[in-house]
């Protein structure tokens, strides 16, 4: 049985950071291509970063490039999001989320739909 399972939330001033980590059972992430994703309510989930299989390949939403960084760590079956400089605008639950896709199609990753397991979220909060 597949379960992914976001960790690494909390509360944080403005300007912090925070390192969000993503970890799997039942597969192997490097199999895989990995995003994060953010939702908050009453909003639709939009996507943050993606990496693609086996590493081929990282994309950033314009709204975190520059702050955000996707980071594998394979042998230990992870993926990391390091979040630096935040805003309260980042404030969201955070998912990972793994797809099925051919190594360096990372453009396909930004599509929620590319995506077949999801973990339960991390919720990330930023305060002025």
């Known amino acids: 049985q597949v379960q992914m399972v976001e960790s690494g939330g909390g509360l944080v001033q403005a300007g912090g950071s925070l390192n969000l980590s993503c970890s799997a059972s039942g597969l192997s992430l490097n199999d895989y291509g990995i995003g994060w994703f953010r939702q908050t309510p009453g909003k639709k989930r939009e996507g943050v970063s993606w990496?693609?299989?086996?590493?081929?390949?990282?994309n950033y939403a314009d709204s975190v490039k520059g702050r955000f960084t996707i980071v594998e760590d394979y042998p230990n079956n992870r993926v990391y999001l390091h979040m630096n400089a935040l805003e309260p605008e980042d404030t969201a639950t955070y998912y990972c989320a793994a797809a099925f896709s051919p190594p360096g199609m990372v453009g396909l990753l930004t599509h929620e739909a590319a995506y077949t397991y999801w973990g339960q979220g991390t919720q990330v909060t930023v305060s002025l």
């Open positions: 990496v693609g299989r086996n590493g081929s390949g990282r």
